[in-house]
């Protein structure tokens, strides 16, 4: 099963670009990379997600490598209200079902 | 308004008293399943269902029981639950299960 690995933690600075990095080395064709985020203990929020092309959206851009063995999120413009746990996860697609598979994810604290 | 809701939000209980945490989506979704998270560990996938009377097993079933029986409800039944079984649980829904994913606002459950 392709698994995702993310760094625990970041720091960014409001207003900055908060970049966010994962590696998904056995992900295969077929499989998507999607991001959600849980700020405290919260239901978790989907992002975006993406399959082979760079993707953008009222919230994030997701940049995935040509190879697809990683990629990267990207908050444009990071506010304090973007602090929070960012799990980016590949959905694995067995016999017609559908499956996710949550990481620990990347804190990620913006400050003032 | 779109919503997963989850209840109860907040649940102590002592071992081997059957519980059931009732999930409820307004959004005729197909796709339902259950997670439980724990630090250090994030969300793991208990159950899912792809449609009315449809359920399967995800990473972590063990002690667990789901029922499908309407399209819009997708119950977590603990017969007996233990004190390894205390963690945070979200449901989570979706048209498919590989479209955006809707979380509930999670459930506490303690077992002492």
């Known amino acids: 099963d392709a698994k995702t690995t993310q760094p625990p933690s970041m720091d960014c600075a409001e207003g900055r670009a908060a970049n966010l990095p994962c590696n998904h080395s056995t992900i295969s064709g077929n499989e998507y990379v999607y991001w959600y985020r849980q700020i405290h203990s919260q239901g978790p929020q989907y992002i975006i997600h993406g399959l082979k092309n760079n993707e953008t959206n009222e919230m994030a851009s997701l940049i995935i490598t040509e190879d697809r063995k990683s990629s990267t999120l990207i908050l444009p413009h990071a506010t304090l209200r973007d602090t929070a746990v960012y799990y980016c996860?590949?959905?694995?697609?067995?016999?017609?079902?559908?499956?996710?598979?949550f990481g620990t994810g990347t804190r990620l604290k913006v400050l003032a | 308004e779109a919503q997963v809701t989850q209840n109860p939000r907040y649940l102590i209980t002592v071992t081997g008293k059957k519980l059931t945490v009732t999930c409820s989506q307004n959004m005729n979704h197909e796709y339902m399943s259950w997670y439980r998270q724990d630090p250090g560990l994030g969300l793991r996938q208990i159950y899912y269902?792809?449609?009315?009377?449809?359920?399967d097993k995800g990473d972590v079933p063990e002690g667990y029981k789901v029922s499908r029986k309407e399209k819009r409800n997708f119950p977590l039944i603990l017969e007996s639950p233990s004190p390894n079984q205390t963690s945070l649980y979200f449901c989570a829904s979706s048209y498919g299960g590989g479209t955006e994913a809707f979380f509930g606002q999670g459930t506490r459950l303690t077992v002492v």
């Open positions: 996860i590949v959905r694995l697609t067995t016999s017609g079902t559908y499956k996710y598979i």
């Open positions: 269902s792809m449609n009315v009377e449809v359920t």
